[in-house]
């Protein structure tokens, strides 16, 4: 679930994410206005709004506890960075496929179709991902 909070609790992360990804369609387009902001936001809230919803059935790795105070509360299991890992793996193709299909589907009626959009989408996804990352381990690092 992380790569689909990141972006809320981040916000900074989130619009970095999105204007690397946004640039990266730009530069790799056959067609010279498309895809759009609006395609490529369009792409990305139904990517988020679907892996979020299939997250919700996924193991997130945390385990109740006890505090020392006797309240109940949950925290991270042994297995719980593997489970972010595989996450934000899995949350980077997930996301490939969808801004894809949504992305040559935005664009279904134009008289040029661009060329290559899966190729676009797996280079500008793994682009922002990698900006997700940084920018918020960087931001918690500095500000929280």
Not at 8 to 16: M, R, W
Not at 44 to 51: D, K, M, P, Q, R
Not at 121 to 143: D, E, Q
């Amino acid at each position: 679930m992380a790569p689909f909070i990141w972006p809320l609790l981040f916000p900074v992360a989130g619009i970095a994410a999105l204007v690397t990804e946004f640039l990266c369609y730009r530069r790799l387009s056959t067609h010279p206005t498309r895809p759009g902001f609006g395609d490529v936001l369009g792409a990305n809230i139904l990517s988020g709004g679907v892996g979020f919803l299939i997250s919700l059935v996924l193991p997130s790795g945390l385990v109740p506890k006890i505090l020392p105070s006797g309240t109940r509360t949950v925290g991270p299991g042994p297995y719980f960075e593997t489970y972010v890992v595989m996450a934000y793996v899995l949350a980077c193709v997930l996301s490939i496929f969808i801004e894809g299909w949504f992305l040559r589907w935005s664009m279904r009626k134009e008289p040029e179709p661009v060329r290559g959009i899966y190729r676009m989408s797996a280079i500008a996804n793994i682009a922002s991902y990698i900006v997700l990352l940084v920018v918020a381990r960087a931001w918690r690092a500095w500000f929280w």
